[in-house]
Nanobody
Framework: QVQLVESGGGLVQPGGSLRLSCSAS????????VGWYRQAPGKQRELVAH???????NYADSVKGRFTISRDNAENTVYLQMNSLKPEDTALYYC????????WGQGTQVTVSS
């Protein structure tokens, strides 16, 4: 059974940093293009970053230069390092393949507020 588990969210002040983790079970993650998505209240879920099987990365314009996606194939985990966080980054963050077809996890809440 495929399961994605996101962790690492929290409350942080503007300008702060967080590192999100996405752990997968039931699949070999290195065979998937993996994306980090987020959904803010009242908004649609959006893709913010994704990483290919070969390690190539792509970012939404809104996070480019601030977020870094990476993967540890040995740990079957994908990370999202988020720096210079802004209040508009506040959202529930999820991982999935790209395009998303795996079962969604519960997400991890990121709140950026002073």
């Amino acid at each position: 059974q495929v399961q994605l588990v996101e962790s690492g969210g929290g409350l942080v002040q503007p300008g702060g940093s967080l590192r999100l983790s996405c752990s997968a079970s039931g699949i070999i993650f290195r065979f998937y293009v993996v994306g980090w998505y987020r959904q803010a209240p009242g908004k649609q879920r959006e893709l913010v970053a994704h990483i290919s099987t070969g390690g190539s990365t792509n970012y939404a314009d809104s996070v480019k230069g601030r977020f870094t996606i990476s993967r540890d194939n040995a740990e079957n985990t994908v990370y999202l390092q988020m720096n210079s966080l802004k209040p508009e980054d506040t959202a529930l963050y999820y991982c999935n393949d790209q395009p998303p077809v795996l079962p969604w996890g519960q997400g991890t809440q990121v709140t950026v507020s002073s």
